[in-house]
């Protein structure tokens, strides 16, 4: 059966926000590496053109997953055994974003190394072609005159996170918008925002109500080479408790998307997960959803320990087998 234009044009979008994803994905490593050398993230480029990422645990498990395996070509067996011994290593599960679409032969061969649906991402996708650059002044000059929301009498203002000193607000108000909401360490969600104001090619933002910083966000820039494209992958931001609702996420994603027009991205996509309240400003921002992308893994087998003859799984002791 032929394919339509428009079935066409959305598996070419796809594949487009799919490399800027492996994009994303080694620039916030590039970052982790800079920022705590000691880390020594591990990013595995797949033959098929992907990539599977390994990061330490303080940087967030999010990072921790293979994408892209429907990229240059499609991916072999080896490319995922590779996959698996990279995770299986380091004693942690192998976990595989799959983009919709993907042939058969991928899931079955998935399926059959022992791979199990774990959950959904929703890809969100927005065109930056009806942008008008004068819906609001630059970033850079929103400090001194970029009013861009009113809530409840309230001046809500965007201002670029350029000073170091901004910078440590961008942090303490990403850790403080997220603290509690998957019961992640606030060290891991400093973490997180340093590498993120780490990362190369990557604006940060921060949100103000009268004199208060309620909240924060970041867009980074990722330049595709196969494509010649600039697409930019939007953070929708991190909103301080006590100022949620008040249209601090709106204000800092609409001056977002016109920086990410101003600085030359076709696109701009977010990640959300399923169930998630940012579906709903993603829509409201013109966003619509690309795709569900199902996220499929396999646990590490268990370790078996030489010495006393008892295997081991994520460090729980799970049965003798020295006199099997």
Same mark, same amino acid.
């Given at each position: ?121 929703? @890809?969100?996708?927005?065109? $930056?072609?009806? &942008? ?8 850079? #000059? %929103? /400090? *001194? !005159? ?84 600039? @697409?930019?992958?939007?953070? $929708?931001?991190? &909103? ?8 601090? #996420? %709106? /204000? *800092? !994603? ?71």
């Amino acid at each position: 059966m032929s394919t339509t234009p428009t079935a066409k044009r959305t598996q070419d979008l796809a594949r487009t926000i799919e490399q800027a994803e492996c994009a994303q994905l080694r620039q916030q490593m590039d970052a982790l590496a800079r920022l705590i050398p000691s880390a020594d993230p591990i990013v595995l480029d797949l033959q098929c053109g992907g990539v599977a990422v390994l990061a330490p645990t303080i940087a967030s498990p999010r990072f921790n997953y293979a994408t892209g395996l429907e990229g240059d070509s499609e991916p072999t067996e080896e490319s995922i055994r590779s996959i698996e011994a990279l995770y299986f290593a380091h004693n942690r599960p192998a976990i595989i974003r799959l983009q919709p679409g993907t042939s058969r032969w991928v899931f079955a061969a998935l399926q059959a190394r022992g791979f199990t649906l774990a959950a959904f991402v929703d @890809v969100y996708v927005r065109s $930056l072609s009806d &942008i008008s650059l004068g819906e609001m002044p630059p970033s850079s #000059a %929103a /400090a *001194a !005159a970029g009013v861009v929301g009113d809530s409840a009498n309230q001046i809500i203002r965007v201002t670029p996170a350029i000073t170091p000193e901004d910078r440590e607000r961008f942090i303490v108000a990403c850790a403080d918008g997220f603290e509690g909401g998957d019961g992640s360490s606030r060290e891991r969600y400093e973490t997180m925002a340093r590498i993120t104001a780490s990362a190369r090619k990557t604006q940060l933002y921060l949100v103000w109500i009268d004199d208060c910083v309620a909240g924060s966000g970041a867009v980074h820039y990722l330049d595709l080479p196969a494509t010649g494209e600039r @697409v930019a992958y939007v953070e $929708l931001g991190s &909103i301080r408790p006590q100022f949620r609702s008040q249209g601090v #996420a %709106a /204000a *800092a !994603a609409r001056a977002q998307l016109v920086d990410a027009k101003r600085e030359g991205a076709q696109w701009v996509y977010a990640i959300v997960k399923q169930g998630n309240k940012s579906a709903d400003l993603c829509r409201k921002l013109g966003f619509r959803l690309l795709h569900n992308k199902p996220i499929l893994k396999k646990q590490p087998p268990p370790r078996v320990d030489q010495e006393n003859g008892k295997a081991e799984l994520r460090g729980e002791k799970l049965a003798l087998i020295a006199d099997l």
